[in-house]
Every structure is written in C-alpha cells, then in structure tokens.
C-alpha cells in the first residue's frame, strides 16, 4: 500500500495547516475497508497516534488535539485529510501518515510540521 503524506510546512502558533494522505493505487473498496490515521512524532519522543477514522466511521482524537483537528476521509478520491487548527508550538512534529488493514500496518512517509510561537 503506497501512501503520499503531504501539506506539512511552517506556521506560526493560532495558524492552520491542512495534511493529506493519498492512496492512489488502493482499489477503491479496499480503500473504505481501511482504516486510516496520523501519527506524529516530536524529536526524541515516541511516534503517537494523532488520530484515525475506521471503516465503521468512528473516529478517534488523542486528547492533545481534541477540538482543534479534524480528521475525514474522501472514498472517491481515496484521501484521508487531517485538518489542523489553533495550532501550538507543542503541536511540531514529524506527521505520519498510517494505514491499518488485516491487522497489517501501513506508512508513508513524514511530513513535517512546524509550528513557531
């Protein structure tokens, strides 16, 4: 499973970044039976799930970023947004995104994330 994580960059605390992840050669009803997620990990820290949504259509926040990000996912074109608001200088990191099918795990690449106070 290829994934294309894009839309990281630099902004300053309170700004607004929008992440994408893309999963161009996933066959569409594969696709809906994914689920699909971030990661991000800060520097000398562990890699920690930033959020997912499953094929029942639950979702998942950790409790940093509750209220401020907003995960969705576009079947049709096979793309899963993360939408990243109010963000803080806490909130720098290398994002990740996750794929998770048949109790195998898939990732892209980084993106990094910076956010200056």
């Known amino acids: 499973v290829q994934l294309q994580a894009s839309g990281g960059g630099l902004v300053q605390t309170g700004g607004s970044l929008r992440l994408s992840c893309k999963a161009p050669r996933m066959i569409t009803s594969t696709f809906w039976a994914t689920a699909f997620g971030w990661y991000r990990q800060a520097p000398g820290k562990q890699r920690d799930m930033v959020s997912e949504i499953r094929p029942d259509g639950s979702i998942y926040y950790a409790d940093s970023v509750k209220g401020r990000f907003i995960i969705s996912k576009d079947n049709a074109k096979k793309t899963v947004s993360l939408q990243m608001d109010s963000l803080k200088t806490e909130d720098t990191a290398i994002y990740y995104c996750?794929?998770?099918?048949?109790?195998?795990?898939?990732w892209g690449e980084g993106t990094l994330v910076t956010v200056s106070s």
């Open positions: 996750h794929a998770r099918r048949a109790g195998i795990d898939y």
